[in-house]
């Protein structure tokens, strides 16, 4: 029987730690992003620009198509994929990114845990919906209007889902996880952006150079813990330096 994983944006980052963790524990690994890469190690790759919905529904739909639902004992999506967007006070970003921003980080994984509930309804496995979000969710920092936004919005989805799913029989289970201050080129970009764009630059200038930053690797390896040890129960919104 198979277990199987969906990442978005399991190409780099924190999704490339998650898929490696899981693969190395015996997962089917699929992974969605933006970039065109053939054949990530063992991975099964989907090119998918996420900020486009009907390419999003035509992905999963594929998906879904080379599953086995009775061959099947466990089935996970995590949503990973996102950007910081420009950073920078709100009347300083164009339309365009503001929309683009809201559309990776909060419209597709709405998007997709629709699809998801929806293609394996009649699945009688367990199923889960891993959203990561951030502290960003509840904190507000200045520059990251959509950021913080979309954060704050993934995590009612997750409230909202829960609730909707705990009526339904054999329903999908859905938290929100923040992973903390990991290692990767979104932290990059924040700490390089210029002062004069955003007030809390020198804040992850230090969380640099005082070496606060976790490798993708090693939260990820926390995520798949809490996820095995039966911890990621449904609704809850854990931020995974407190657990
Ligand atoms: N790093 C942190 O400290 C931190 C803290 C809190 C929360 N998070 C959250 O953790 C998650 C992973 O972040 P990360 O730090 O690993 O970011 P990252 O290194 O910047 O990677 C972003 C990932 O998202 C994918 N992606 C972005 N736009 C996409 C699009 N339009 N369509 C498809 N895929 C797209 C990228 O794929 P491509 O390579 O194809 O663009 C890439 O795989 C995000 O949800 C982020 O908000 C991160």
């Known amino acids: 029987m198979e277990k199987i994983v969906i990442i978005t944006g399991g190409n780099r980052g924190l999704g490339l730690g998650l898929a490696s963790v899981y693969h190395k524990n015996g997962y089917r690994v699929i992974s969605i992003s933006k970039s065109n890469i ?59 990114n503001i929309s683009y921003t809201i559309q990776v980080n909060l419209v597709a994984p709405l998007i997709l845990n629709s699809l998801f509930i929806k293609l394996s309804k009649d699945w009688d496995c ?48 859905i938290v929100s996880i923040y992973p903390g201050i990991v290692d990767t080129d979104m932290q990059a970009e924040a700490r390089n952006t210029p002062k004069e764009n955003f007030k809390s630059v020198q804040r992850f200038i230090d969380f640099h150079e005082h070496g606060e930053l976790i490798s993708p690797n090693e939260v990820a390896t926390k995520i798949y813990h809490l996820d095995i040890s039966g911890e990621l129960k449904n609704g809850r919104i854990l931020d995974i330096r407190n657990v």
């Not at 599953?67 to 004992?73: A, G, I, L, R």
């Not at 960003?136 to 979309?150: K, Q, T």
């Open 38 to 96: 053939e054949k990530l190690y063992t991975v099964e790759h989907y090119q998918c620009d996420l900020s486009k919905p009907d390419t999003i529904e035509n992905t999963m739909v594929e998906i879904f198509s080379h599953f086995d639902k009775n061959n099947t004992v466990n089935l996970t999506l995590i949503n990973n994929a996102g950007n910081l967007g420009t950073v920078n006070t709100l009347e300083n970003i164009s339309p365009s």
């Open 126 to 173: 367990k199923k889960q919906l891993f959203n990561i979000s951030s502290g960003a969710a509840i904190n507000p920092y200045e520059s990251w209007a959509m950021y913080c936004s979309s954060k704050a919005g993934v995590d009612m989805m997750t409230k909202v889902l829960s609730k909707e799913q705990k009526e339904v029989q054999n329903g999908v289970s």
